[in-house]
């Protein structure tokens, strides 16, 4: 049974000022206990990298900082764009790629999501690739048509090398913001496609560490029940890790341990 270390990631979406920014990161790097795992990241907006990843670089436990999106190109005339080697330059480690509200508000194809995993692998980032169905595509059964294609298109020309140096993040539109989570069978189902995806792609022995976090709805009260998976890796959450205290107990329920305390 191979041992993947859980990894529990905060997105923190389009919210929080400067402060509020530095004062969550402050709270949850003296918060978390020390400890071998699990793995934790916090996403802020972009403006506050760099001031958060200061705030947290002293933690008794590592807490690592990324971004919630690139732009594939290194530099150029892309106004109010972002790229993955100004991220590089703020110390984050991670960087979010293909998240649902990116694709479905901002309207990016699978193709740009393919880039934009290309570019943050070429740099040393990260990606959490996200996939994940619309709740019309599950009433249709094509959930796992829609995850492979958005993975397939996601990790597209990367050799096993490469693939081996992400994490996706299995997130059901339908349960993103509301409340309603997928019920561990329904995810450790998509899971379990996921890591035989991969282990096509890859390899079997990649397919076998690798990391499928689930999202959608994540709370204290219903952690525990998902990471019981074993295809389950860690989460990424969005409302629950927006305060110190939920965020912290999701990390503790990530413990090997499954520290109550
Ligand atoms: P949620 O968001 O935890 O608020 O549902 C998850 C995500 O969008 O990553």
Redesign the pocket.
């Known amino acids: 049974m191979p041992m993947r270390r859980k990894l529990i990631a905060g997105?923190w979406?389009m919210f929080k000022g400067l402060e509020e920014a530095r004062e969550l990161a402050r709270a949850i790097a003296q918060g978390l206990e020390p400890g071998p795992d699990p793995d934790v990241a916090i996403f802020p907006a972009f403006p506050f990298i760099a001031q958060v990843v200061e705030v947290v670089s002293k933690a008794p436990h590592p807490i690592g900082v990324g971004a919630q999106n690139l732009y594939p190109e290194p530099e150029g005339a892309f106004t109010g764009e972002v790229s993955g080697r100004m991220i590089r330059s703020t110390g984050a480690r991670y960087v979010i790629v293909g998240?649902?509200?990116r694709r479905h508000i901002i309207g990016e194809s699978d193709a740009l999501v393919g880039k934009k995993v290309r570019a943050a692998l070429d740099l040393g980032l990260i990606p959490i690739l996200c996939v994940g169905e619309k709740l019309e595509e599950r009433e249709a059964g094509n959930t796992l048509q829609v995850v492979n294609r958005q993975l397939k298109a996601g990790l597209d020309r990367l050799d096993a090398a490469k693939v081996e140096r992400l994490v996706v993040a299995y997130?059901p539109v339908w349960?993103?913001?509301?409340g309603k989570t997928a019920t561990p069978q329904q995810g450790a189902e998509v899971h379990q496609a996921i890591r035989s995806e991969i282990s096509k792609i890859a390899t079997p022995a990649v397919a076998d560490e690798f990391r499928i976090l689930y999202?959608?709805?994540?709370k204290p009260s219903n952690i525990r029940d998902l990471l019981a998976e074993p295809d389950i890796d860690g989460v990424?959450?969005?409302?629950?890790s927006l305060e110190a205290d939920s965020f912290l107990e999701l990390c503790r329920a990530g413990r090997t341990t499954g520290g109550t305390g």
């Open positions: 997105n979406k998240h649902s509200e997130e349960a993103i913001g509301t999202g959608g709805s994540v990424l959450v969005g409302g629950a």
